[in-house]
């Protein structure tokens, strides 16, 4: 089991938000290689959609466990604020 600082699972979380997307886009659009025989329109798919879709899943399920994890650490972690006062900053102009 690795350990990561909250920052660097941020940091993973936006890097693998960015992959998942990617992946998406290749699954509903590049998937298939077009070419002609003669006069007929062949299409065949350039990557094995099974493989795709198993590493979208995989990607899922890690910006889950890495989201749980951190909402998880934020509710048991406190935080000291010296001089702050949320009734005051709150409170209407006089």
């Known amino acids: 089991m690795a350990k990561y600082t909250i920052n660097t699972l941020l940091c993973l979380e936006k890097s693998l938000k960015s992959r998942l997307a990617q992946l998406k886009e290749l699954a509903s ?25 198993q590493k979208i899943v995989k990607l899922t399920k890690a910006l889950f466990q890495i989201d749980m994890k951190v909402k998880e650490t934020n509710a048991r972690t406190e935080v000291n604020l ?10 209407a102009i006089d």
């Open 29 to 53: 659009e590049c998937t298939k290689k077009t070419h002609w025989l003669d006069t007929q329109r062949v299409e065949e798919p350039t990557y094995d959609i099974k493989k795709v879709d």
């Open 82 to 91: 010296e001089d702050f006062d949320f009734d005051d900053l709150t409170a």
